[in-house]
């Protein structure tokens, strides 16, 4: 009997997909989103080297008082915010990004414009 793949196993193959033609590197590293049903996730990494240089999430302390909820499309924002603030810290204006496989909807989008107004450029 055939059994259907669950939405995140469909996911990820999306996402091997993306990561096919997608990488980072040490001028424009890769914005690499995550998204779980309570919290997003952003990572900025040099694929290169395999290093994470900049991590912002809805758990974050810079964060934790300002968020009613990690899941919602305010909080993906402020992580946008804040990942951008952190990695142009870092000097880090050009980044390409990385959906992980989710729609350019929501949650994710909202991360996205974020970050552009943050000061990142992708």
Do not use: W
């Not at 989103?33 to 694929?47: K, L």
């Not at 952190?86 to 996205?112: E, S, T």
Request: glycine fraction near 10%.
């Amino acid at each position: 009997m055939f059994k259907r793949p669950d939405k995140n196993t469909l996911r990820a193959k999306k996402h091997l997909r993306v990561r096919k033609k997608i990488s980072g590197t040490p001028e424009r590293p890769r914005l690499c989103v995550y998204r779980s049903s309570n919290n997003i996730y952003a990572q900025i990494i040099d694929d290169t080297k395999g290093h994470t240089l900049v991590a912002a999430s809805s758990i974050d302390p810079a964060l934790k008082g300002k968020l009613e909820s990690g899941g919602n499309i305010d909080a993906a924002k402020e992580v946008g915010k804040l990942v951008a603030e952190k990695a142009i810290a870092k000097g880090i204006k050009a980044v390409v990004f990385d959906r992980g496989g989710y729609l350019y909807h929501g949650r994710v989008a909202a991360l996205a414009e974020g970050a552009r107004e943050g000061g990142l450029e992708f």
